[in-house]
Protein backbone atom coordinates (compact mmCIF):
# COMPACT_ATOMS: atom_id res chain seq x y z
CA UNK A 1 0.00 0.00 0.00
CA UNK A 2 1.08 3.30 -0.50
CA UNK A 3 1.94 5.87 1.96
CA UNK A 4 -0.40 8.23 1.01
CA UNK A 5 -3.09 5.49 1.45
CA UNK A 6 -1.60 4.41 4.61
CA UNK A 7 -1.70 8.10 6.04
CA UNK A 8 -5.37 7.68 5.12
CA UNK A 9 -5.67 4.58 7.29
CA UNK A 10 -3.99 6.43 10.09
CA UNK A 11 -6.54 9.25 9.46
CA UNK A 12 -9.05 7.34 9.81
CA UNK A 13 -7.88 5.76 13.42
CA UNK A 14 -6.99 9.17 14.17
CA UNK A 15 -10.47 10.60 13.81
CA UNK A 16 -11.83 7.43 15.71
CA UNK A 17 -9.66 8.46 18.52
CA UNK A 18 -6.47 6.47 18.41
CA UNK A 19 -3.41 8.19 19.81
CA UNK A 20 -1.30 5.46 18.23
CA UNK A 21 -3.09 5.89 14.65
CA UNK A 22 0.27 5.60 12.48
CA UNK A 23 1.34 2.43 14.79
CA UNK A 24 -1.74 0.86 14.47
CA UNK A 25 -2.03 1.52 11.16
CA UNK A 26 1.31 -0.31 10.66
CA UNK A 27 0.26 -3.24 12.36
CA UNK A 28 -3.36 -3.47 10.25
CA UNK A 29 -1.66 -3.22 6.88
CA UNK A 30 0.67 -6.04 7.85
CA UNK A 31 -1.86 -8.00 9.16
CA UNK A 32 -4.33 -7.30 6.11
CA UNK A 33 -1.05 -8.69 3.97
CA UNK A 34 -2.19 -7.60 1.15
CA UNK A 35 -5.81 -8.44 1.05
CA UNK A 36 -7.85 -5.12 0.86
CA UNK A 37 -10.80 -6.97 1.87
CA UNK A 38 -9.34 -8.78 4.80
CA UNK A 39 -8.21 -5.27 5.77
CA UNK A 40 -11.22 -3.29 5.30
CA UNK A 41 -12.72 -6.37 7.66
CA UNK A 42 -10.56 -5.21 10.44
CA UNK A 43 -10.28 -1.66 10.15
CA UNK A 44 -14.17 -1.76 10.68
CA UNK A 45 -14.18 -3.79 13.87
CA UNK A 46 -11.22 -1.74 14.97
CA UNK A 47 -13.39 1.69 14.27
CA UNK A 48 -16.50 0.01 16.32
CA UNK A 49 -14.05 -0.05 19.10
CA UNK A 50 -12.76 -3.40 18.98
CA UNK A 51 -9.26 -3.66 20.97
CA UNK A 52 -6.75 -3.28 18.76
CA UNK A 53 -5.38 -6.87 19.89
CA UNK A 54 -8.06 -8.82 19.52
CA UNK A 55 -8.92 -7.46 15.72
CA UNK A 56 -4.83 -8.41 15.16
CA UNK A 57 -5.48 -11.87 16.54
CA UNK A 58 -2.62 -11.26 19.18
CA UNK A 59 -1.08 -9.11 21.69
CA UNK A 60 2.36 -7.78 22.63
CA UNK A 61 4.09 -8.93 25.89
CA UNK A 62 7.55 -9.01 27.07
CA UNK A 63 8.61 -9.57 23.64
CA UNK A 64 5.96 -12.49 22.55
CA UNK A 65 3.09 -12.40 20.53
CA UNK A 66 0.48 -14.05 22.66
CA UNK A 67 -2.69 -14.89 20.79
CA UNK A 68 -5.90 -13.50 22.17
CA UNK A 69 -9.73 -13.94 21.19
CA UNK A 70 -12.49 -11.79 21.69
CA UNK A 71 -14.06 -11.93 25.47
CA UNK A 72 -10.97 -13.33 27.20
CA UNK A 73 -8.26 -10.35 29.19
CA UNK A 74 -5.66 -8.66 26.95
CA UNK A 75 -2.64 -8.73 28.71
CA UNK A 76 -1.27 -5.45 29.44
CA UNK A 77 2.66 -4.04 29.66
CA UNK A 78 2.26 -3.38 33.57
CA UNK A 79 1.92 -7.40 34.34
CA UNK A 80 5.06 -7.33 32.95
CA UNK A 81 6.12 -6.53 36.98
CA UNK A 82 4.78 -9.46 38.17
CA UNK A 83 7.02 -11.53 35.72
CA UNK A 84 9.91 -9.57 36.90
CA UNK A 85 9.80 -10.79 40.16
CA UNK A 86 8.68 -13.76 40.04
CA UNK A 87 11.58 -14.94 37.29
CA UNK A 88 14.01 -13.29 40.17
CA UNK A 89 12.61 -16.14 42.75
CA UNK A 90 12.41 -19.15 40.16
CA UNK A 91 15.28 -21.54 39.31
CA UNK A 92 14.77 -23.90 36.33
CA UNK A 93 12.42 -26.95 36.52
CA UNK A 94 10.96 -25.41 40.01
CA UNK A 95 7.34 -25.72 40.17
CA UNK A 96 4.69 -22.90 39.27
CA UNK A 97 1.21 -21.69 39.07
CA UNK A 98 0.02 -18.81 36.48
CA UNK A 99 -2.68 -18.38 38.32
CA UNK A 100 -5.97 -16.52 37.16
CA UNK A 101 -4.03 -16.75 34.11
CA UNK A 102 -5.83 -15.30 31.42
CA UNK A 103 -4.60 -16.23 27.96
CA UNK A 104 -1.27 -17.43 29.70
CA UNK A 105 1.35 -14.83 28.88
CA UNK A 106 2.46 -14.33 32.41
CA UNK A 107 3.12 -18.06 32.34
CA UNK A 108 5.11 -17.87 28.48
CA UNK A 109 6.88 -14.83 29.66
CA UNK A 110 8.61 -17.21 32.83
CA UNK A 111 9.12 -20.18 30.39
CA UNK A 112 11.14 -17.74 28.21
CA UNK A 113 13.14 -15.71 30.86
CA UNK A 114 13.67 -18.82 33.43
CA UNK A 115 13.51 -22.15 31.03
CA UNK A 116 11.93 -25.19 31.60
CA UNK A 117 9.48 -25.29 34.51
CA UNK A 118 6.62 -27.90 36.18
CA UNK A 119 4.41 -25.20 34.90
CA UNK A 120 0.43 -25.27 35.79
CA UNK A 121 -2.22 -22.24 34.84
CA UNK A 122 -5.30 -22.10 35.62
CA UNK A 123 -8.49 -19.95 34.78
CA UNK A 124 -12.15 -20.26 35.96
CA UNK A 125 -13.16 -18.71 32.48
CA UNK A 126 -12.93 -21.75 29.68
CA UNK A 127 -12.54 -19.34 26.61
CA UNK A 128 -9.14 -18.09 28.59
CA UNK A 129 -7.83 -21.40 29.54
CA UNK A 130 -8.48 -22.52 25.84
CA UNK A 131 -6.88 -19.79 24.75
CA UNK A 132 -3.90 -20.26 27.12
CA UNK A 133 -3.49 -23.70 26.21
CA UNK A 134 -2.79 -22.69 22.79
CA UNK A 135 -0.18 -20.26 23.78
CA UNK A 136 1.87 -22.37 26.12
CA UNK A 137 1.84 -25.36 24.24
CA UNK A 138 3.22 -28.83 25.90
CA UNK A 139 5.67 -26.73 28.00
CA UNK A 140 2.63 -26.07 30.78
CA UNK A 141 -0.70 -27.72 32.33
CA UNK A 142 -3.66 -25.69 31.34
CA UNK A 143 -6.26 -26.47 33.91
CA UNK A 144 -10.00 -24.71 34.30
CA UNK A 145 -11.60 -23.85 37.55
CA UNK A 146 -11.82 -21.66 40.48
CA UNK A 147 -8.84 -20.85 41.81
CA UNK A 148 -6.59 -23.57 43.72
CA UNK A 149 -9.41 -25.77 42.99
CA UNK A 150 -7.79 -27.73 39.40
CA UNK A 151 -4.46 -27.81 40.52
CA UNK A 152 -3.39 -30.89 40.74
CA UNK A 153 -2.63 -33.08 43.78
CA UNK A 154 1.02 -33.11 43.73
CA UNK A 155 1.43 -29.25 43.65
CA UNK A 156 0.18 -29.06 47.33
CA UNK A 157 2.61 -28.00 49.73
CA UNK A 158 5.21 -27.87 46.54
CA UNK A 159 4.87 -24.88 44.93
CA UNK A 160 7.79 -22.55 44.62
CA UNK A 161 5.84 -19.61 43.11
CA UNK A 162 2.29 -18.47 42.31
CA UNK A 163 2.26 -15.81 39.86
CA UNK A 164 -1.16 -13.95 40.02
CA UNK A 165 -3.09 -11.21 37.96
CA UNK A 166 -6.35 -11.32 39.71
CA UNK A 167 -8.87 -8.84 38.76
CA UNK A 168 -8.84 -5.92 40.67
CA UNK A 169 -11.21 -3.52 39.83
CA UNK A 170 -13.49 -2.67 42.34
CA UNK A 171 -17.49 -3.64 40.78
CA UNK A 172 -18.50 -0.11 40.74
CA UNK A 173 -15.81 1.21 38.65
CA UNK A 174 -15.86 -1.23 35.73
CA UNK A 175 -18.50 1.13 34.45
CA UNK A 176 -15.95 3.64 34.21
CA UNK A 177 -13.43 1.74 32.87
CA UNK A 178 -12.49 2.22 28.96
CA UNK A 179 -15.24 0.75 26.23
CA UNK A 180 -12.14 -1.40 25.04
CA UNK A 181 -11.99 -3.29 28.30
CA UNK A 182 -15.90 -2.79 29.82
CA UNK A 183 -17.36 -4.24 26.53
CA UNK A 184 -14.53 -6.50 25.44
CA UNK A 185 -13.38 -8.52 28.14
CA UNK A 186 -15.30 -10.88 30.31
CA UNK A 187 -16.53 -9.43 33.04
CA UNK A 188 -15.52 -12.53 35.56
CA UNK A 189 -11.86 -11.41 33.75
CA UNK A 190 -12.12 -7.33 35.66
CA UNK A 191 -14.76 -7.50 38.29
CA UNK A 192 -12.71 -7.52 41.88
CA UNK A 193 -15.85 -7.06 43.50
CA UNK A 194 -16.92 -4.45 46.64
CA UNK A 195 -12.98 -2.97 46.99
CA UNK A 196 -11.29 -4.60 44.49
CA UNK A 197 -9.15 -7.29 46.75
CA UNK A 198 -12.10 -9.96 46.91
CA UNK A 199 -9.85 -12.07 45.18
CA UNK A 200 -6.51 -11.15 46.98
CA UNK A 201 -7.88 -11.90 50.46
CA UNK A 202 -9.24 -15.34 49.01
CA UNK A 203 -5.52 -16.27 47.65
CA UNK A 204 -4.12 -15.32 50.54
CA UNK A 205 -6.09 -17.55 52.92
CA UNK A 206 -5.37 -20.38 50.11
CA UNK A 207 -2.11 -20.49 48.83
CA UNK A 208 -0.29 -21.09 51.85
CA UNK A 209 -1.60 -24.70 51.69
CA UNK A 210 0.10 -25.13 48.46
CA UNK A 211 3.40 -23.18 48.60
CA UNK A 212 6.58 -24.91 49.88
CA UNK A 213 8.57 -23.48 52.75
CA UNK A 214 9.83 -20.09 51.33
CA UNK A 215 7.61 -20.15 48.18
CA UNK A 216 5.77 -16.73 47.10
CA UNK A 217 2.74 -15.15 45.54
CA UNK A 218 3.60 -12.70 43.06
CA UNK A 219 0.60 -10.88 42.36
CA UNK A 220 -0.47 -7.49 40.49
CA UNK A 221 -2.57 -4.91 42.14
CA UNK A 222 -2.68 -1.58 42.00
CA UNK A 223 -0.68 1.06 43.53
CA UNK A 224 -3.25 2.40 45.30
CA UNK A 225 -4.83 -1.16 46.80
CA UNK A 226 -0.66 -2.46 47.16
CA UNK A 227 -1.93 -1.55 51.06
CA UNK A 228 -4.51 -3.41 51.63
CA UNK A 229 -3.21 -6.68 50.00
CA UNK A 230 -0.35 -6.67 51.49
CA UNK A 231 -2.25 -7.01 54.82
CA UNK A 232 -4.46 -9.35 54.01
CA UNK A 233 -1.31 -11.37 52.82
CA UNK A 234 0.16 -10.34 56.13
CA UNK A 235 -2.98 -11.56 58.10
CA UNK A 236 -2.79 -14.65 56.60
CA UNK A 237 0.90 -15.48 58.13
CA UNK A 238 3.07 -13.72 54.91
CA UNK A 239 5.56 -11.84 54.84
CA UNK A 240 5.32 -9.16 52.30
CA UNK A 241 6.70 -6.24 50.28
CA UNK A 242 5.58 -4.16 47.78
CA UNK A 243 7.21 -3.72 44.46
CA UNK A 244 6.50 -0.65 41.81
CA UNK A 245 7.89 -0.45 37.98
CA UNK A 246 7.30 2.91 36.83
CA UNK A 247 8.29 2.06 33.27
CA UNK A 248 5.56 -0.27 32.70
CA UNK A 249 2.94 1.33 35.71
CA UNK A 250 2.99 -1.74 37.27
CA UNK A 251 2.59 -2.88 40.71
CA UNK A 252 2.41 -6.17 42.87
CA UNK A 253 3.01 -7.56 46.22
CA UNK A 254 5.12 -10.70 46.96
CA UNK A 255 3.82 -12.50 49.56
CA UNK A 256 6.28 -15.18 51.34
CA UNK A 257 5.77 -18.25 52.73
CA UNK A 258 7.98 -18.16 56.30
CA UNK A 259 11.02 -20.92 56.05
Known amino acids: ????????????????????????????????DGDPVRLRSMLQRRLRGEPLEVVLGWAAFDGHRIRVVPGVFV?????????????????????????????GA???????????????????????????????GDRGIVVTGDLFAPLPARFRGAVDVIAVNAPYVPTEAIATMPTE????????ALDGG??????????????????????????????????ASASAFRAAGFVTRVERDDAVDGTC?????PV
Open 253 to 257: VVASR
Open 194 to 227: HDGLDLHRRIAAGAGEWLCPGGAVVIEVSDGQAE
Open 1 to 32: MTPTARDALAARLRAAGSVYAEDEADLLLEAG
Open 181 to 188: ARDHEHRV
Open 75 to 103: PRARSTVVVDQAARLLHRYDRVVDLCCGA
Open 106 to 136: IAVALLERVGALDLVASDIDPDASDVAAENI
